[in-house]
């Protein structure tokens, strides 16, 4: 196969890719518009740097690929940009763009602390098919997918906040608790937290929407938090130990004995409820 006709293969399998990750993005109801939009958006500036070409493109194209888990033998690398470091090269693609920036330092998502948190996600854990988004001039967001194998599924965010000097992370639910049912889940909610030493359980009362979560200090803003990766890592298996009990909640299913404790908690505090 001559190599054009390999560039081109690579690239047409890539377009693919990105047209079903944009169907994914336009179809999942746990986005609100906004988010859709910078999402959407962060799809189009893959495909514009797939269909652009130029002097690095064997590099930009292996990075992508590596991204989307597409095959790229007889693709050779470009020496001369450091090869075998495609997914480095991925999560700095879009900081090509920023040198000519006049004002680079002023653009959260390109701070030395995000660099280094993309650099961990992407290159240390290898993880796979992260979408960001820096719309927000208070808060950047990378965002991915994470299952276990057996069924169940999170949606993981990392959320960097410059002005606070922090990272957030949420490992959520594609499901949400039922409203009827909320004071029950609240309770086992409560009492789980008591428990949690570095993670905690938070629910939004409005909508039922529940997930893990971890805040960690940025105190250095040219790095990762201290324990980054362990905590990313802590965050989503907390979140696959308690994915069983909160999802019996989603759908109202609950033993004898969390019943029982709640008609317990209900009668002691009745009469508090009906004071004057």
Same mark, same amino acid.
């Given at each position: 196969?001559?190599y054009?006709?390999?560039?081109a293969?690579? =690239?047409?399998?890539?377009? =693919?890719?990105?047209? @079903?990750?944009?169907?994914?993005i336009?179809?999942?109801?746990?986005?609100? @518009? #906004?988010? $859709?939009?910078?999402?959407?958006?962060?799809?189009?500036?893959?495909r514009?740097?797939?269909?652009?070409?130029?002097p690095?493109?064997?590099?930009?194209?292996?990075?992508?690929?590596?991204?989307?888990? /597409?095959e790229?033998?007889g693709?050779?690398?470009?020496?001369?940009?450091?090869?075998?470091?495609?997914?480095?090269?991925?999560?700095? +693609?879009?900081?090509?763009d920023?040198?000519?920036?006049?004002?680079?330092?002023?653009?959260?998502?390109?701070?030395?602390?995000?660099?280094?948190? =993309?650099? &961990?996600m992407?290159?240390?854990?290898?993880? #796979?098919?992260?979408?960001y988004?820096d719309d927000d001039?208070?808060?950047?967001?990378?965002?991915f997918? +994470?299952? @276990?194998?057996?069924g169940?599924?999170?949606?993981?965010?990392?959320?960097?906040?410059?002005?606070? @000097?922090?990272v957030? &992370?949420?490992a959520?639910?594609?499901f949400?608790?039922? $409203?009827?049912?909320?004071?029950?889940a609240?309770?086992? &909610? *409560? #009492?789980? *937290?008591?428990?949690? =030493?570095y993670?905690?359980?938070? +629910?939004?009362?409005?909508?039922?929407? /529940?997930?893990?979560?971890t805040?960690?200090r940025?105190?250095?803003r040219?790095?990762a938090?201290?324990g980054?990766?362990?905590m990313l890592?802590l965050?989503?298996?907390?979140a696959?130990d308690?994915y %069983?009990?909160?999802?019996r909640y989603?759908?109202a299913?609950?033993? %004898?004995?969390?019943r029982?404790?709640?008609?317990?908690?209900?009668e002691?505090i009745s009469?508090?409820?009906?004071?004057?």
């Amino acid at each position: 196969m001559e190599y054009d006709d390999l560039i081109a293969k690579i =690239r047409g399998k890539i377009a =693919r890719k990105l047209d @079903d990750l944009q169907k994914t993005i336009a179809s999942d109801e746990d986005l609100d @518009d #906004k988010q $859709r939009a910078s999402l959407t958006e962060t799809v189009e500036d893959l495909r514009e740097k797939l269909n652009t070409g130029g002097p690095n493109e064997a590099k930009e194209l292996r990075a992508m690929a590596a991204l989307f888990d /597409v095959e790229t033998d007889g693709l050779e690398a470009d020496s001369a940009s450091g090869a075998g470091d495609e997914l480095s090269a991925l999560a700095g +693609m879009f900081d090509d763009d920023v040198e000519s920036d006049p004002e680079p330092a002023e653009r959260p998502s390109q701070e030395g602390a995000w660099r280094d948190i =993309r650099r &961990i996600m992407v290159y240390e854990m290898e993880l #796979k098919n992260i979408l960001y988004s820096d719309d927000d001039d208070d808060f950047i967001t990378a965002q991915f997918g +994470m299952g @276990d194998g057996e069924g169940r599924k999170l949606v993981v965010r990392v959320i960097y906040t410059p002005d606070a @000097d922090c990272v957030q &992370i949420r490992a959520g639910y594609p499901f949400d608790i039922d $409203r009827r049912v909320l004071p029950i889940a609240r309770m086992f &909610i *409560c #009492k789980r *937290c008591y428990e949690m =030493r570095y993670t905690r359980i938070e +629910m939004d009362s409005r909508d039922g929407e /529940v997930y893990v979560c971890t805040v960690l200090r940025s105190e250095d803003r040219q790095q990762a938090p201290e324990g980054f990766r362990g905590m990313l890592h802590l965050t989503m298996s907390v979140a696959f130990d308690e994915y %069983d009990t909160l999802q019996r909640y989603a759908r109202a299913e609950f033993t %004898d004995e969390e019943r029982a404790a709640f008609l317990e908690e209900v009668e002691r505090i009745s009469p508090l409820m009906l004071e004057d």
